[in-house]
DNA sequence: TCTGGGGTCCTAGGACCC
DNA sequence: TCTGGGGTCCTAGGACCC
């Protein structure tokens, strides 16, 4: 039996969000980005998209496009707490939905439109729905799989409602450009380019199937298995948060250990809070830093037991940094906490020791031997280098 | 005036064990 | 003497999404 799922996507959702704060802008190109001198735009609305602005484009350059163009800082405590009113609303419809970002969602629908004459009225209710009470706009696709129902969504915006049926398949879907499928990024569509696979008919298309299974290895035969609509009908309904991060892109490049240690304990710091008032603990931390040539490492640390205590964190960051750091310039740092868990499901974890919480001296005595473990490894790989180069 | 921030998922390679 | 073959776990890197 087929299921009914509906992909609801909220149109240019942080612009519309400053609209409702600032009515005078809708009126105006208008995009929500971070107005340091390296920063990029999030999201840009309609108007300013007729001038060629849009989102992850580098601030600079969208002025130039559009030298008109209102910059609003982001405001994302404010767009979470709509989107949170947005999710709530589609839930009094079902109680099968899955967010998939801030400004999406799956909806699973098959039961509730049993109760409508024309399967499209419920889509139209939710969409004037989502307007009269939060002034914000949607597009629904309808479809009988995720990927199906999100291909449908996209292919009307703004404010679109657009049915997908298996049936339709070679005629709305196949004709489209092999970018829209969503799951194929910049590195993979020039490969299937060269390869004369131009439209998603031509990613569908049998002869390719091998190519594609060799050239994109699992995603290759997912992406293949969804355009033939067979792919997952199934919502996932609570989905907790693996992991959690905190990154900037500096003003200025950095050059010294000093300077990087400095902002990473700033960073650190600042993680730490915010887990501790989100009341979750991680057990597998990382540090990323961005050169000026944009090549990025990740080194992690793994602290060996659940922890969103700022001076275990920033002791673990504190030798990454010494480990790792080199003397060239950097421009990014990030801190990545992994296997995240919520506080209480820590506590409740039974543990065969004695010390159900373990003491911060004792994990820093472990910290301070990973290093000296990382260290010598360091110099050992050193010394292998050289001996090879003799 | 070169290129954000917060996520998820997959892959490759090495260590280690039997 | 010229080098097993799985399986599993861990780390690093990277593609992709909004």
């Known amino acids: 039996m087929a299921r009914v799922i509906f992909h609801v996507d909220l149109n240019a959702f942080y612009a519309s969000c400053e609209e409702l704060k600032d009515p005078s802008l ?46 609003v800082q982001g405001d994302y405590a404010y767009y979470r707490s709509v989107s949170s009113q947005f999710f709530d609303l589609l839930r009094k419809y079902t109680p099968l939905v899955e967010p998939c970002s801030i400004d999406e969602g799956f909806m699973d629908v098959t039961e509730t439109i049993k109760r409508y004459k024309r399967p499209l009225d419920l889509a139209f209710q939710i969409q004037d729905d989502l307007y009269d009470q939060l002034r914000l706009n949607v597009s629904i696709g309808v479809a009988p799989t995720k990927f199906l129902a999100k291909m449908a969504s996209d292919m009307r915006k703004p404010k679109g409602i657009t049915v997908l049926r298996k049936s339709e398949i070679p005629t709305k879907l196949y004709p489209l450009p092999v970018e829209a499928i969503v799951g194929l990024g910049k590195k993979t569509i020039p490969l299937l380019k060269e390869k004369g696979i131009l439209t998603i008919g031509d990613f569908a298309d049998d002869q ?5 299974f060799k050239a994109l290895g699992k995603n290759g035969y997912a992406l293949w298995m969804k355009v033939h609509g067979k792919s997952s009908d199934q919502l996932e309904v609570s989905s907790s948060r693996k992991s959690i991060s905190l990154s900037r892109t500096f003003e200025r490049d950095f050059y010294t250990m000093d300077e990087v240690l400095n902002q990473a304990r700033l960073l650190t710091k600042e993680l730490s809070q915010k887990m501790i008032r989100d009341g979750q603990m991680g057990q597998l931390i990382s540090l990323s830093l961005r050169d000026t040539e944009f090549h990025n490492i990740v080194r992690s640390a793994n602290l060996g037991t659940y922890t969103n205590s700022f001076p275990v964190m920033d002791q673990a960051i504190q030798n990454l940094v010494e480990t790792y750091f080199e003397p060239i310039g950097y421009r990014h740092i ?28 004792r994990i820093l005595d472990t ?13 050992s790989d050193l010394l292998k280098k050289e001996n090879r180069n003799e």
């Open 334 to 361: 990030g801190i990545h906490m992994g296997s995240i868990k919520n506080q209480e499901q820590v506590h409740q974890q039974p543990t065969i020791f004695e010390e159900v919480v373990p003491d911060t001296e």
């Open 208 to 212: 390719n199937k091998e190519f594609i």
């Open 26 to 71: 809708k009126t105006k190109p208008v995009a929500v980005g971070s107005l340091s001198k390296r920063g990029v735009l999030s999201t840009a609305n309609y108007i300013a998209r007729e001038y060629g602005v849009h989102s992850a484009m580098p601030v600079y350059e969208a002025l130039k496009k559009c030298p008109d163009l209102v910059i």
């Open 367 to 379: 910290l301070n031997r990973q290093l000296q473990e990382k260290a010598f490894f360091k110099a």
